[in-house]
């Protein structure tokens, strides 16, 4: 641990992500007059910039990804913060499709801390930033200097309270599709989950999401007209699968502002077609709508790239973030569409996770040949021996463990057939230590 307030030259962007990654043991959440006030103090960074705020339990990344590349193509220069990373911190703070550098997180990471260190001789000496506040005020502070024409802000957990939810910019609310995840925090029903990713509704400003599910619609619909945000939602029955090809989605969708528009998705996610087509509802919604043409729409969406989601890293390896049981479905839903190859898993899971119904989901779609457990270790990690039982419940088919992730990942790729895919999937964590390895290759 080391002072708050030291001046630049003695931090490293090493020390500083390790401070970082140490605040969870010192500060927790704030309330959010507390960390409205701090916000007000730095003096309301990025406030000029024009903010999207997405909402959801699955597919927020992806939503903001496909938003991001349709804007670049258009012109327009994008900050986007999400969260949590798959390899480094610095993919959290992006600038038109570009991690945030070493350099400027190191001087963003100081003047946040130079005017912590004021702020609690002056005015508040017990406040300290969360964990996900604390980057937070540092993606403020840098897109305050670099001025991106939008910001596209994804909540942590929430909405209602979330840190993000001081902004007073928005021009845009997106809340994409929700389930059972964070239940310790958010609600143990849709409803309630629901009614707080509806938090992020502003009156007259349009709130946009999709009908995944009936529920949740219904909750997010009553929440727009109690705040008077104005509604917007994906018509489903003017989407329509064209292609569904080895390496690529083709479908079409329909909006008022742009008509029919003919989309191809370079990916083989499935579930990704419902977040493009989200992100084009934003987009028609945008205060610069005028200025983003049907062309605009159909370069950005096919340039699109989002790690970790259907991502295949080598011939027939696919990384797949999926981390819970909604997530999982979706998944099964892909694997459910690809060619006939012999698909084998390679999965782990955290602790606070419902990791008993994504494993027998995955077990009784018996779509895979074989099952390789590991752990992603830490105080979260659920054991292999655990893992293993779980399955083992639910199939008759072998499941293999191996405690090392990288160990278990180089094993199934050494075993795998001409005819054979992997697939890695079940937490964020595993698939980033994944990433991790393989980067370390190319090195």
Same mark, same amino acid.
């Given at each position: 641990?080391?002072?708050?307030?030291?001046?630049?030259?003695?931090?490293?962007?090493?020390?500083?992500?390790?401070?970082?990654?140490?605040?969870?043991?010192?500060?927790?959440?704030?309330?959010?007059?507390?960390?409205?006030?701090?916000?007000?103090? *730095?003096?309301?960074? $990025?406030?000029?910039?024009?903010?999207? #705020?997405?909402?959801?339990?699955? +597919?927020?990344?992806? &939503?903001?990804?496909?938003?991001? $590349?349709?804007?670049?193509?258009?012109?327009?220069?994008?900050?986007?913060?999400?969260?949590?990373?798959?390899?480094?911190?610095?993919?959290?703070?992006?600038?038109?499709?570009?991690?945030?550098?070493?350099?400027?997180?190191?001087?963003?990471?100081?003047?946040?801390?130079?005017?912590?260190?004021?702020?609690?001789?002056?005015?508040?000496?017990?406040? #300290?930033? /969360?964990?996900?506040?604390?980057?937070?005020?540092?993606?403020?502070?840098?897109?305050?200097?670099?001025?991106?024409?939008?910001?596209?802000?994804?909540? +942590?957990?929430?909405?209602? *309270?979330?840190?993000?939810?001081?902004?007073?910019?928005?021009?845009?609310?997106?809340?994409?599709?929700?389930?059972?995840?964070?239940?310790?925090?958010?609600?143990?029903?849709?409803?309630?989950?629901?009614?707080?990713?509806?938090?992020?509704?502003?009156?007259?400003?349009?709130?946009?999401?999709?009908?995944?599910?009936? &529920?949740?619609?219904?909750?997010?619909?009553?929440?727009?007209?109690?705040?008077?945000?104005?509604?917007?939602?994906?018509?489903?029955?003017?989407?329509?699968?064209?292609?569904?090809?080895?390496?690529?989605?083709?479908?079409?969708?329909?909006?008022?502002?742009?008509?029919?528009?003919?989309?191809? !998705?370079?990916?083989?996610?499935?579930?990704?077609?419902?977040?493009?087509?989200?992100?084009?509802?934003?987009?028609?919604?945008?205060?610069?709508?005028?200025?983003?043409?049907?062309?605009?729409?159909?370069?950005?969406?096919?340039?699109?790239?989002?790690?970790?989601?259907?991502?295949?890293?080598?011939?027939?390896?696919?990384?797949?973030?999926?981390?819970?049981?909604?997530?999982?479905?979706?998944?099964?839903?892909?694997?459910? @569409?690809? $060619?006939?190859?012999?698909?084998?898993?390679?999965?782990? &899971?955290? /602790?606070?996770?419902?990791?008993?119904?994504?494993?027998?989901?995955?077990?009784?779609?018996?779509?895979?040949?074989?099952?390789?457990?590991?752990?992603?270790?830490?105080?979260?990690?659920? /054991?292999?021996?655990?893992?293993?039982?779980?399955? @083992?419940?639910?199939?008759?088919?072998?499941?293999?463990?191996?405690?090392?992730?990288?160990?278990?990942?180089?094993?199934?790729?050494?075993?795998?057939?001409?005819?054979?895919?992997?697939? &890695?999937? +079940?937490?964020?964590? !595993?698939?980033?230590?994944?990433?991790?390895? !393989?980067?370390?290759?190319?090195?």
């Amino acid at each position: 641990m080391f002072e708050i307030g030291k001046m630049m030259e003695e931090y490293t962007f090493e020390k500083a992500v390790e401070y970082i990654l140490e605040i969870p043991k010192f500060s927790g959440k704030n309330s959010l007059e507390a960390t409205r006030e701090f916000y007000k103090y *730095l003096g309301k960074p $990025s406030e000029k910039s024009k903010a999207i #705020h997405v909402a959801g339990t699955n +597919g927020k990344g992806s &939503v903001c990804a496909f938003t991001a $590349s349709v804007l670049m193509e258009a012109g327009f220069s994008v900050g986007m913060f999400t969260s949590p990373h798959l390899v480094s911190i610095c993919e959290r703070i992006k600038l038109c499709g570009k991690d945030i550098d070493k350099e400027a997180f190191l001087d963003v990471f100081t003047e946040l801390s130079n005017y912590l260190e004021v702020y609690r001789k002056d005015v508040n000496p017990e406040y #300290h930033p /969360s964990f996900f506040e604390w980057l937070f005020f540092m993606a403020a502070l840098y897109y305050e200097k670099t001025k991106p024409d939008y910001i596209l802000w994804e909540t +942590g957990l929430g909405g209602r *309270l979330d840190a993000t939810n001081i902004l007073e910019n928005q021009v845009a609310s997106v809340i994409t599709q929700i389930g059972l995840d964070h239940m310790e925090y958010l609600g143990n029903t849709v409803e309630e989950i629901a009614l707080e990713k509806a938090g992020i509704m502003r009156k007259y400003v349009p709130v946009i999401f999709y009908p995944f599910d009936k &529920v949740a619609f219904k909750v997010l619909i009553d929440e727009a007209l109690r705040s008077r945000a104005t509604i917007n939602f994906v018509d489903t029955y003017r989407i329509s699968f064209l292609n569904f090809g080895d390496k690529t989605i083709d479908f079409s969708m329909y909006t008022r502002y742009y008509g029919y528009i003919s989309l191809r !998705l370079n990916t083989i996610a499935r579930y990704q077609v419902a977040n493009a087509a989200l992100a084009v509802k934003v987009i028609s919604h945008l205060p610069d709508t005028e200025s983003i043409t049907k062309e605009h729409i159909i370069k950005g969406i096919a340039a699109t790239k989002w790690p970790g989601r259907m991502e295949e890293v080598a011939p027939g390896v696919f990384l797949e973030g999926a981390h819970n049981p909604d997530g999982i479905d979706a998944f099964l839903d892909t694997i459910r @569409e690809m $060619s006939g190859k012999k698909k084998h898993l390679l999965f782990a &899971v955290v /602790s606070d996770k419902q990791y008993d119904e994504m494993i027998k989901r995955i077990a009784l779609a018996d779509l895979f040949q074989s099952y390789t457990v590991t752990t992603v270790g830490g105080a979260r990690g659920l /054991s292999t021996t655990q893992v293993r039982g779980l399955f @083992e419940q639910y199939t008759d088919k072998g499941v293999n463990y191996e405690e090392d992730i990288v160990t278990a990942y180089k094993k199934c790729c050494d075993s795998l057939g001409e005819d054979e895919q992997l697939f &890695v999937a +079940g937490s964020l964590y !595993l698939v980033g230590q994944v990433k991790e390895y !393989l980067g370390s290759l190319e090195a």
